[in-house]
């Protein structure tokens, strides 16, 4: 588990292909030697598992499954990741409990000023559109972020200065795809409304 609270950004060193899956190399800020194999970190909001480590880089593998699900696909040498490593017990709860599966890709249809915040737009898949709700919570690229506005399946964000500068949203361009985790509340709610007797 996850709490959508950014913790370092990584860069992308390298990506190979094998029989539809992909291995990633990404740098990292984290000590190496604080990371153990199998370790889960997220990137870009997807949960991986750590399968090798260097002095300041670790390797996930990536399944044809996940890439058809997210951005990760894009990836290439270069682009910078958002990071989070697990949830241990003890740890501040400071954003929403993200699990790391992410739904789907919402892309980018709008940004604009708003003093000192950026104020984004996104279209979601229409199945996931009906999970996302004003004031509730979504994971985009592993942030944990609040809701604004809903319009059919159009939604908005606002990102501080701060979330900009410690997170990949600093280089956030219009059509963007982004990874997208509903809310975990929102979804068991649907799901229990669909389950009520008519």
């Known amino acids: 588990m996850f709490t959508g609270i950014i913790t370092d950004i990584g860069e992308i060193q390298a990506v190979s292909h094998a029989q539809g899956d992909m291995r990633a190399r990404?740098?990292?800020g984290y000590d190496a030697r604080s990371i153990e194999l199998g370790a889960s970190i997220a990137a870009d909001g997807v949960c991986l598992t750590v399968?090798?480590?260097g002095d300041d880089w670790y390797e996930v593998d990536i399944s044809g499954e996940t890439l058809s699900k997210t951005n990760l696909g894009e990836w290439a040498a270069g682009?910078?990741?958002n990071l989070e490593r697990a949830l241990r017990v003890g740890d501040e709860?400071?954003?929403?409990?993200?699990s790391g599966h992410v739904d789907g890709v919402a892309k980018v249809t709008g940004l604009e000023r708003e003093g000192d915040s950026l104020r984004v737009?996104?279209?979601a898949p229409p199945e996931l559109a009906r999970f996302i709700a004003p004031?509730?919570?979504v994971a985009l690229n592993g942030t944990s972020l609040t809701v604004n506005e809903v319009?059919?399946?159009?939604?908005?964000?606002?990102?501080i200065a701060h979330t900009r500068a410690v997170t990949n949203w600093g280089a956030v361009a219009p059509a963007?795809?982004?990874?997208?985790e509903v809310d975990t509340l929102a979804r068991y709610v649907a799901r229990l409304q669909e389950a009520q007797p008519s």
Do not use: D, P, Q
């Not at 709860?93 to 993200?98: D, K, M, N, S």
């Not at 319009?151 to 990102?159: I, P, S």
């Not at 963007?176 to 997208?180: D, S």
């Open 151 to 159: 319009a059919g399946t159009r939604f908005g964000v606002n990102l």
């Open 176 to 180: 963007a795809r982004v990874n997208l």
């Open 51 to 53: 399968v090798a480590l």
């Open 121 to 123: 737009t996104l279209e």
């Open 26 to 28: 990404i740098r990292t």
């Open 135 to 137: 004031k509730g919570s």
């Open 93 to 98: 709860l400071g954003g929403h409990i993200v």
């Open 79 to 81: 682009r910078r990741v």
